[in-house]
């Protein structure tokens, strides 16, 4: 079954499924790790509910726009913003599909990309996307749960990627440092 799609995943939003929400610890690496925004761009890619871009942009600083394929969740994501002009900015796009000229910058200092990772269907073209996309010098944030984390009979035990899922994330790029969280690894990948 194809699961990076908008057949899939609209109809989850649609009827009010949930994800796993950030909590402090996870939160607190991703500032470590990617720092403080000062205006320039970030790209929150399949974002959801959108808290993971609305905190890069309010926090940290960033110009942020999230993207997801699934209109639910960008719609859920935009009502959240409170005021004119404070939230970030909130695109349906298809990140493996889509013409990424669709996104408002060419390049970004900062992509994340959270719980989405295991989901896409043909993880190195993902990936090559967003070599394309991830400025000199800018930090791609992957936040994923890996495989062996969950006893072997647990219903959630397949939500993780493989070894080598790992191997073709990290691959090709020039500085690549994780962080365990539970069932969790964060990645911050620079070019
Ligand atoms: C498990 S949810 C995680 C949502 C959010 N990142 C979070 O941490 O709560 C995966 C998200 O990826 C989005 N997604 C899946 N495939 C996508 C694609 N090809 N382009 C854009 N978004 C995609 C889904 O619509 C969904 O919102």
Not at 113 to 141: N, S
């Amino acid at each position: 079954m194809t699961t990076d799609t908008a057949a899939y995943w609209e109809p989850l939003w649609a009827e009010g499924r949930r994800y796993r929400q950030l909590n402090d610890a996870e939160t607190q690496l991703l500032d470590e790790h990617l720092g403080p925004g000062c205006a320039r761009p970030a790209l929150d890619i399949g974002c959801g509910d959108g808290a993971l871009a609305r905190h890069l942009h309010r926090e940290l600083g960033y110009r942020t726009t999230g993207v997801d394929c699934s209109p639910s969740a960008i719609a859920l994501a935009a009502s959240q913003d409170t005021g004119p002009g404070l939230g970030p900015v909130w695109k349906c796009l298809d990140i493996t599909a889509d013409d990424l000229s669709a996104l408002p910058d060419p390049a970004y200092a900062a992509i994340t990309c959270r719980l989405v990772y295991r989901w896409m269907d043909d993880k190195p073209a993902f990936v090559d996307r967003i070599h394309r996309l991830l400025a000199p010098g800018g930090t791609f944030w992957v936040v994923t749960e890996v495989a062996g984390r969950r006893a072997a009979t647990h219903p959630l035990q397949d939500l993780g990627i493989t070894p080598e899922e790992s191997e073709v994330l990290t691959a090709g790029w020039s500085v690549v440092r994780t962080a365990d969280l539970d069932v969790l690894r964060c990645y911050a990948l620079r070019p």
